[in-house]
T-cell receptor
Framework: DTAVSQTPKYLVTQMGNDKSIKCEQNLGHDTMYWYKQDSKKFLKIMFSYNNKELIINETVPNRFSPKSPDKAHLNLHINSLELGDSAVYFC????????????FGEGSWLTVV | AQSVTQLGSHVSVSEGALVLLRCNYSSSVPPYLFWYVQYPNQGLQLLLKYTSAATLVKGINGFEAEFKKSETSFHLTKPSAHMSDAAEYFCAVSEGQGAQKLVFGQGTRLTINP
């Protein structure tokens, strides 16, 4: 069983569309994250949630809206996609806010054309 | 704020040679430090972590790293490189208690020559 799973793995879409990436963890963790890896492979945190509550929002455009229906799920919805949104989006989880290991999913490769 | 610098965006070694990937950090608090590996078109896999216990940390696949506070370094080493080690390696420091927010270095691509 995959610990942190995200779908879809690959997504190609046109500018202006709205798309979602889903993430689920079966580790029983309280804290979940979204990280973005750009074309230069630079990784940066976007959001973190703890028990469905938003903890970190790293000045991400409000076209990006995370939603956590329960602590095992953290979905990322992106409105009005732009070319610059093309990236790899990684979901991750940790046992708690003070947990010392973050487990990453396999990534979702988003290409906006 | 915490930051990480990885010296060398690309390191190339021969199979069987020593692997040394350099990482220096900046942190205003005792840091938690991590090394992750990313194989082509795959996710991030934790290699090892330092969480204020032993300064020499052993990880998976024969890798280890030593935390040196005086040098603010956390270099990753492996005595003998294998072809399967070819990947992108990321050093990261946590911002805050635990690993709640990781700040990553820019990555080092490791190439293994036969």
């Amino acid at each position: 069983d995959t610990a942190v799973s995200q779908t879809p793995k690959y997504l190609v879409t046109q500018m202006g569309n709205d798309k979602s990436i889903k993430c689920e963890q079966n580790l029983g963790h309280d804290t979940m994250y979204w990280y973005k890896q750009d074309s230069k492979k630079f990784l940066k945190i976007m959001f973190s949630y703890n028990n469905k509550e938003l903890i970190i929002n790293e000045t991400v455009p409000n076209r990006f809206s995370p939603k956590s229906p329960d602590k095992a799920h953290l979905n990322l919805h992106i409105n009005s996609l732009e070319l610059g949104d093309s990236a790899v989006y990684f979901c991750a989880s940790s046992q708690s806010l003070t947990g010392n290991t973050i487990y990453f999913g396999e990534g979702s490769w988003l290409t906006v054309v | 704020a915490q930051s990480v610098t990885q010296l060398g965006s690309h390191v190339s070694v021969s199979e069987g040679a020593l692997v040394l990937l350099r990482c220096n950090y900046s942190s205003s608090v005792p840091p938690y430090l991590f090394w992750y590996v990313q194989y082509p078109n795959q996710g991030l896999q934790l290699l090892l972590k330092y969480t204020s216990a032993a300064t020499l940390v052993k990880g998976i696949n024969g890798f280890e790293a030593e935390f040196k506070k005086s040098e603010t370094s956390f270099h990753l080493t492996k005595p003998s490189a294998h072809m399967s080690d070819a990947a992108e390696y990321f050093c990261a420091v946590s911002e805050g208690q635990g690993a709640q927010k990781l700040v990553f270095g820019q990555g080092t691509r490791l190439t293994i020559n036969p």
